[in-house]
T-cell receptor, first 112, second 115 residues
């Protein structure tokens, strides 16, 4: 079964504020954890990944944090914009495997 | 448009009919993936190819499902004797095949409705 899941199905954030989307995973053997974004009517789009031997990685306006002690992954989006409205999936790539396993998703609503 | 292309975008079929979907990956991407997504859920892995070789099939893929990538370029996914439970969005993705293979480029999907 799935080993990647999310804490909340929906998150509402004021435009301009920071967003934090959380994820719990159970497969400690995965070597990469990944965040994807899916806008309405589109396929998922890669945002950022983090290798299991790291605890933080930054991209453009996004930061991914990995806490292996509690098997927790989070995505932080700085200065949330209307274009950030989407469903966000955490995902994993099992060690020495090349498929990506997705969790259930969190819908991010941006409030004006 | 140089992204992943899927056809058709929508398909309505009667229960028991066979359907075939096509995916054209990004040129020179040697990895190709098929996923299925139902409303409110994340994409579920079905199968993937390295060039023309099918490397893995999910347990979710019953014997009514078959996928091919005959020349290592486009791929087809066929569902025989469709059932209402097959109604879903079928997503195709491709990647260059370079480690770590975490960035897959998805098409817009084929939405299947079985009536």
């Amino acid at each position: 079964g799935e080993s990647v899941g999310l804490h909340l199905p929906t998150l509402s954030v004021q435009e301009g504020d920071n967003s934090i989307i959380n994820c719990a995973y159970s497969n400690s053997a995965s070597d990469y954890f990944i965040w994807y974004k899916q806008e309405s009517g589109k396929g998922p789009q890669f945002i950022i990944d983090i290798r299991s031997n790291m605890d933080k990685r930054q991209g453009q306006r996004v930061t991914v944090l990995l806490n292996k002690t509690v098997k927790h992954l989070s995505l932080q989006i700085a200065a949330t914009q209307p274009g950030d409205s989407a469903v966000y999936f955490c995902a994993e790539r099992p060690n020495r495997d090349d498929k990506i396993i997705f969790g259930k998703g969190t819908r991010l609503h941006i409030l004006p | 448009d140089t992204g992943v292309s899927q056809n058709p975008r929508h398909k309505i079929t009667k229960r028991g009919q066979n359907v075939t979907f096509r995916c054209d990956p990004i040129s020179e991407h040697n990895r190709l993936y098929w996923y299925r997504q139902t409303l409110g859920q994340g994409p579920e892995f079905l199968t993937y190819f390295q060039n023309e070789a099918q490397l893995e099939k999910s347990r979710l893929l019953s014997d009514r499902f078959s996928a091919e990538r005959p020349k290592g370029s486009f791929s087809t996914l066929e569902i025989q004797r469709t059932e209402q439970g097959d109604s879903a969005m079928y997503l195709c993705a491709s990647s260059p095949g370079q480690v770590p293979n975490t960035e897959a480029f998805f098409g817009q999907g084929t939405r299947l409705t079985v009536v």
